[in-house]
Each structure stands twice: as C-alpha cells, then as structure tokens.
C-alpha cells in the first residue's frame, strides 16, 4: 500500500506563489515516477509535472517556466514552486506515483487563484 500526502495548497492572488509539497509512506520501493496532476471545476484531470528518480522532468506546456518540480528521495517527497500564478491556475491539485503502470494518487489539495 502507498500512501501519498499533498499539502501547501491555498487562495493566492494572481502573480503570486505557492509550494507544494507531497509526502509518500508505506510500499514506495519502485516508485521511480512521481508528479503532479490538477483538475479544474468542469474539467478532466490533466498532467502538470513529472519527475524520474533520476531527476529528468517534463511539464505542461501551459506550466512551462512558471512551475518547478523537484525531489528529495531521502524524505521521500516530491514538491512544486508555483509561481507567477494565473486564475487560470485554479483546480485541485493530486500527487501521482507510479510503479510498474499502477497510477497512486494522493487525496488532492486545492489551489486558488483570485484575480
């Protein structure tokens, strides 16, 4: 069983900044990919970053240059810098690990942001 738990969500105005942070416990060996997912009101869940244990990274093109994944393998923690923030930016933001095609998701924090 793993366990993923997201925190650091919260109501930012635009241009501002936020980091997320998301602890992983319980059967994490091979979890080699971990990111982060966000769903907005209305819409289907959408990739926004990943990470390899290696460190490569890959965002969304709507993320690019304003979101920042990163890791700590020995804290088992994955987080995001989120900044210059838009509205737009706005949804529930899930912690995913992935293992051998089996997606773990966390419970999700949301992030607003206001105009």
């Known amino acids: 069983q793993v366990q993923l738990l997201e925190s650091g969500g919260g109501l930012v105005q635009a241009g501002g900044s936020l980091r997320l942070s998301c602890a992983a416990s319980?059967?994490?060996?091979?979890?080699?990919?971990r990111g982060w997912y966000r769903q907005a009101p209305g819409k289907q869940r959408e990739l926004v970053a990943v990470?390899?244990?290696?460190?490569?990274?890959n965002y969304a093109d709507s993320v690019k240059g304003r979101f920042t994944i990163s890791r700590d393998n020995a804290k088992n923690t994955v987080y995001m810098q989120m900044n210059s923030l838009k509205p737009e930016d706005t949804a529930v933001y899930y912690c995913?690990?992935?293992?051998?095609?089996?997606?773990?998701w966390g419970k999700g924090t949301l992030v607003t942001v206001s105009s």
């Open positions: 319980g059967s994490i060996f091979s979890i080699n990919v």
């Open positions: 990470i390899t244990s290696g460190g490569s990274t």
């Open positions: 995913n690990g992935a293992r051998n095609g089996i997606h773990y």
